[in-house]
Each structure stands twice: as structure tokens, then as C-alpha cells.
């Protein structure tokens, strides 16, 4: 039995599923062997266990929120909440993970880049946050400001060579250009 530390920092997990066996806890459908998946902590059955859910079940299930009381800490950080602050909320059915604003990037991001289509605009709770603390979670979420929460602002690396999303989107755009026929 592994017990983690007090302080030891928690962050969801993001891995391809090594079987076929594991079952999505936000929409109830498998998990395909070598599909991307995120490992959420969470006490069942009377222990602490991973749950999985498909990347795209994880940010629709994830929400903002500001913290009703001084109570709860962050799971990535250890800090303690103060009354006030954003926190993220990673959900995997009645289990809430939450994180401050120190800590949901580097829970959240990778689960971001998961997702093609998926903007930070789409997290639920995000346009109820005051001004103060949207701006701190979208920068802690790497987005400059409220214009570009829809669209992700991190390159995308292909394996094969290091091209920009911009780049490919050129590239396409002069491919197009010389199919086309002559007038």
C-alpha cells in the first residue's frame, strides 16, 4: 500500500490505457487499449484508486469555482484555501479534486492538449469569476487574456518535424493555391 507524503504533490494522470478493460466514469463507455486517458484520484470502495475518463469527459466534468469558505487545500500545492480565491474543480463522479490557481496549470494543461477542439472558454464557470480572478486562472492556464481564452495559445509539435499549428495552416493554404486549376 502506497500512502503519499504530506505536501506531495497530486496531478491527475495522462497516459494511453495499457488494456482495453477500463471504463469511463464521466460517460460510462470503454476505454480502447492505447487510447489517451486521465487518471483521477479518487476514494472507492473503501480505498484510494485511479479513476479514467476519456480527456474530453474530464474537461467537460472540470469546473471553476470560487471557494465558499477557508476551508480545503490544493492538491497539487498543499495550500490551504482563502475564502475568495479560483480553484478548479477535477471531477470523476460524486469526487472533487480541487486545485488553486498555483496548481491548475500544470493539472489542467496537458488534459487541454489532449483535446483538439477544446478552448478554456468552454470550462464551465470561467465567464462567473470576477475579473481578478479570471485573468490570474488564465494565466495560470496559459492564455493571455478574455480574446484568446477560445483558442489555445501552445504550439502544437508534431513528432515528425517542429511545426507550428500556424505553419501547417500556411502550408495548406499554398497547397490549395497551386491545385488549383489556371484560369
Not at 58 to 79: M, Q, S, Y
Not at 130 to 152: S, W
Request: glycine share 8%; with cysteine; hydrophobic share 40%.
Amino acid at each position: 500500500r502506497v500512502l503519499l507524503a504530506p505536501g506531495t504533490m497530486s496531478f491527475p494522470k495522462l497516459e494511453r490505457a495499457k488494456t482495453g478493460r477500463s471504463t469511463c466514469r464521466g460517460c460510462g463507455e470503454g476505454i480502447a487499449a492505447d487510447e489517451m486517458r486521465v487518471g483521477i484520484e479518487a476514494f472507492v470502495a473503501g480505498r484510494v484508486a485511479d479513476t479514467w475518463q476519456h480527456p474530453r469527459c474530464a474537461l467537460n466534468a472540470c469546473f471553476l469555482e470560487v471557494a465558499p469558505a477557508k476551508r480545503g487545500k490544493c492538491k497539487a500545492t498543499d495550500e490551504p484555501f482563502a475564502k475568495g480565491d479560483a480553484r478548479l474543480a477535477l471531477c470523476s463522479k460524486d469526487h472533487k479534486t480541487f486545485y488553486g490557481v498555483k496548481g491548475m496549470g500544470d493539472a489542467l494543461r496537458p488534459i487541454l492538449d489532449a483535446v483538439d477542439d477544446f478552448a478554456v472558454s468552454n470550462i464551465t464557470g470561467l465567464a462567473d469569476l470576477d475579473d481578478e480572478n479570471r485573468a490570474a486562472v488564465l494565466a495560470a492556464l496559459g492564455v493571455d487574456d478574455d480574446a484568446n481564452a477560445g483558442a489555445k495559445k501552445r504550439a502544437r509539435r508534431s513528432s515528425a518535424a517542429n511545426v507550428s499549428v500556424a505553419e501547417v495552416k500556411l502550408g495548406k493554404a499554398e497547397v490549395k493555391a497551386e491545385a488549383s486549376p489556371a484560369t
